[in-house]
């Protein structure tokens, strides 16, 4: 499974960014789905993931009431809608994918694929 994130940018606090993560190859319909994030001199940190079908999700306190995951029906794209989004939310944000059982989707440990990383700067 291939990954490709894209949708970062520069945004001011308050504003909104919607990142995508296109999957090509593999089974990618079937797997969890994640975004993480890291900023510069700190761990990677999970921020969302989505169940293979969709139904179920999982937000990092930080996060949630602010930032949507979802997949598109065909299952072969996760979106990430930040909004209201502040300067803490500066990072890389990375997609990620993993055949392993939804109780693990908070644990980068566990996702063998990786997308390559957008950059999200807010300002204040």
Partial sequence: VQLQASGGGLVQAGGSLRLSCAASGGTFGR????????????????????????????????????????????????????????????????CAATSTIWMYARNHEHYGYWGQGTQVTVSS
Avoid: C, H
Wanted: proline fraction near 3%.
């Fill in 31 to 94: 797997y969890n789905s994640a975004w993480f994030r890291q900023a510069p001199g700190k761990e990677r940190e999970f921020v969302a993931a989505v169940k293979w079908s969709g139904g179920n999700t999982a937000y990092a306190d930080s996060v949630k009431g602010r930032f949507t995951i979802s997949k598109d029906n065909a299952k072969t794209t996760v979106f990430l809608q930040m909004n209201s989004l502040k300067p803490e939310d500066t990072a890389v944000y990375y």
